[in-house]
């Protein structure tokens, strides 16, 4: 039946030039369409696309900048698109005339937008894209595309600047962080050194304190001597009146007289030595005043006061040293009285004794007592006024003294405290600058390119189409096999009808209406497979495998349109080609078939092409040979059930005749 059948199709010229034809459906349909989408995406440099520059430019640090000028040119170097750089016009017109698929535009702020991130007033930069889907939708897609790529391009290219420009900034506050921790540490030192000196100067205080005290007491001494001394020069002067009206009690008395005379003279010169030593001690305080003056302004100035600062604090001082100068004066002064006083004193004591000697001229020496007397307890008043001053000038020295000792104490606590304040603030900008990490120009170029495309796409695939074409053949081969079956049950008798009339095995009859397409769709599978791998160059993990895949498609796509011819006939042929469309559209050849509507994504998991697509995908690329077993296992319950059917059908027609089995096909 088999070879009647052969015979009949290569009867004549015509029916082997149809038979031919029909053999070359699925190798033309499959190897076209895939000749034609063999790797579209290596050819998008030929299509065509405007780039329109409107920006105008921006400052950006002082720079002029042409972002919207730079990425343009990036664009035609780079060469993935035929770019054009028009004018708005041309673009415009191009894309309205399909001159060209889409146009890019970068309007005149653009360059103004992107320098704003830096400003009181950010926004966004916007890119135009203009599309028109009647060149072309892919090319509108692919356009889309293309502008988020250069979106993202503009975007790591201004975040790369910035990110420089930040690490930059950074590496400068880290050398000036650097400058002002050396510059705390010369502060630190130099506290070291004012600490110190304020102790110094505490203890420089303290010693001026103690001698003022002294100078105090001295004073005090002084002032009570010299009022001794007017009292006793007061009675000396009432001694000597007296004296001068009793010159004869004078003579009696001069050997009394002259003793206490001497005592007066030994007290006298005792008074002189102490006035003599205060004065000293006063003179010694007076000398030290400029040096110790000095020593306070040069400390003050090594604290960090200024000038005016200074001048405030020696002008609060100033008036004790003149005090201690005032009070030096006077105590000097009252030393040359009190000098004058122990020499009177003793020339008193040797006119006593030329009064004990001479008694007889007593009386001529009495009235010159009585004057010198007068003149004693004068200068014995002066002097007793002079030692209270000086008593009182004393006193305020000491406590002066005292004052400033306080605040030496004061200022060498205030000065520990700065120390303290400059070497925590030595160790927080040591602190800063180990936490910003020292940076070259190379460095920093490497952080910002990191900075701005931190993340890479790093593309690990378990198996690899290895083009557009060949991700789309698995789809497309199972395709051209239902169309090259469907072509063939064109001129094949789906069954003999002699081999029925004779009551020949319906087995057998199926077993002939199947093979003879199923062979010949084999064939039509070995031409196609040659145009894929030999001449498309598509790569093929396992060909026998692939191969064997594509001839059982062939075989199940002819076992289930037999079917449908046995049962309905014409109707039968026709839905063979509804069937095909439905399969079309549920195999996921293109799309993922979870994109699916929900009806048409159950379908995927029952109609054969789903699997014979799969399966083919599996020993193209690679995959599991486990899936691509159970693909084939699918497609072989496919082919026994059609077949199955297909003879149940023979069997009926064996056995009894309907109208339909008289009536002529409308096909072959």
């Not at 010694?284 to 200074?310: H, K, Y």
């Amino acid at each position: 039946m088999i070879t009647a059948e052969v015979r009949r199709l290569t009867s004549s010229p015509m029916a082997m030039i149809a038979l031919f034809a029909l053999m070359c459906v699925p190798i033309l349909y499959g190897g076209l369409y895939l000749w034609a989408n063999q790797d579209p995406y290596a050819r998008l440099d030929r299509v065509p696309a405007a780039i329109v520059v409107e920006d105008t430019g921006a400052s950006v640090d002082g720079a002029q900048r042409d972002y919207g000028q730079e990425v343009a040119q990036e664009l035609v170097d780079d060469g993935r698109f035929d770019w054009h750089i028009v004018d708005t016009a041309d673009a415009t017109t191009g894309v309205d005339g399909a001159t060209y698929d889409f146009s890019v535009t970068f309007p005149s702020d653009f360059s103004a937008s992107l320098a704003s991130a830096s400003t009181e007033d950010p926004h966004q930069a916007q890119v135009v894209l203009t599309t028109n889907d009647t060149n072309a939708y892919l090319a509108s897609s692919i356009g889309e595309q293309a502008a988020e790529a250069i979106r993202v391009s503009i975007v790591q290219k201004v975040n790369e600047e910035a990110a420089n420009q930040f690490l930059l900034g950074l590496s400068d506050i880290r050398g000036q962080l650097v400058e002002a921790a050396e510059g705390a540490t010369q502060l630190v030192d130099g506290s070291d050194d004012a600490e110190a000196g304020s102790q110094q100067l505490a203890e420089g205080t303290s010693t001026l304190s103690d001698g003022a005290t002294t100078l105090a007491g001295a004073t005090d001494d002084l002032a009570a001597g010299a009022r001794t001394l007017a009292d006793a020069n007061d009675a000396l002067a009432d001694g000597a009146k007296a004296l001068a009206e009793a010159n004869q009690k004078l003579s009696n008395g001069a050997s009394t007289l002259a003793d206490g005379i001497q005592k007066v003279a030994d007290g006298n010169t005792l008074l002189a030595t102490k006035a003599d030593d205060a004065a000293a001690k006063a003179d010694a305080a007076v000398a030290e005043l400029p040096q110790a003056r000095q020593a306070i302004a040069d400390e003050l100035a090594a604290q960090g006061l200024t000038q005016v600062q200074i001048d405030k604090v020696l002008s609060a001082i100033d008036p004790l040293g003149a005090k201690i100068k005032d009070g030096n004066a006077q105590v000097q002064a009252l030393a040359v009285q009190v000098d004058q006083l122990a020499t009177g004193a003793r020339e008193a004591a040797a006119g006593s004794e030329q009064l004990r000697d001479g008694a007889s001229t007593a009386a001529d020496g009495s009235s010159t007592l009585s004057d010198g007397a007068a003149k004693a307890a004068a200068g014995s008043a002066t002097l007793s006024d002079g030692a209270s001053d000086t008593a009182d000038g004393a006193s305020s020295l000491s406590s002066g003294a005292s004052d400033a000792a306080d605040g030496a104490t004061d200022l060498a606590a205030g000065i520990v405290t700065l120390h303290d304040g400059t070497a925590t603030l030595r160790d927080g900008l040591q602190d800063g600058v180990t936490q910003i990490p020292d940076s070259s120009t190379e460095l920093r170029a490497n952080q910002a390119e990191t900075i701005a495309d931190p993340v890479g796409l790093e593309n690990s695939s378990v198996t690899t189409a290895g083009n557009y074409g060949a991700g789309l053949a698995p789809f497309f081969i199972s395709l051209a096999a239902w169309i090259g079956i469907y072509a063939l049950f064109l001129i094949v008798r789906p069954v003999s009808r002699r081999a029925i009339t004779a009551l020949h095995s319906p087995l057998r009859i199926t077993a002939a209406g199947w093979l003879t397409p199923g062979l010949l769709g084999a064939a039509q599978m070995i031409g196609l497979f040659v145009i894929v791998s030999g001449v498309l160059g598509f790569d093929v993990a396992n060909p026998l495998a692939t191969y064997g895949l594509m001839a059982l498609a062939s075989l199940t796509f002819a076992a289930m349109i037999l079917a449908l011819n046995v049962w309905l006939g014409s109707v039968g042929q026709f839905l063979g080609l509804v069937l095909m469309v439905v399969q079309l559209v549920t195999a996921g050849g293109t799309f993922p078939w979870q994109t699916l509507p929900g009806p048409l994504a159950a379908l995927h998991h029952v109609l054969p092409m789903s699997f014979a697509v799969d399966g083919m995908r599996q020993t193209m690329y690679g995959g599991s040979a486990t899936t691509a077993w159970g693909d084939a296992g699918v497609l072989g319950i496919w082919l026994i059930a059609s077949l199955a059917i297909a003879a149940i059908g023979v069997v009926r027609m064996t056995h009894q005749r309907t109208l339909r089995d008289l009536q002529p096909s409308l096909i072959g």
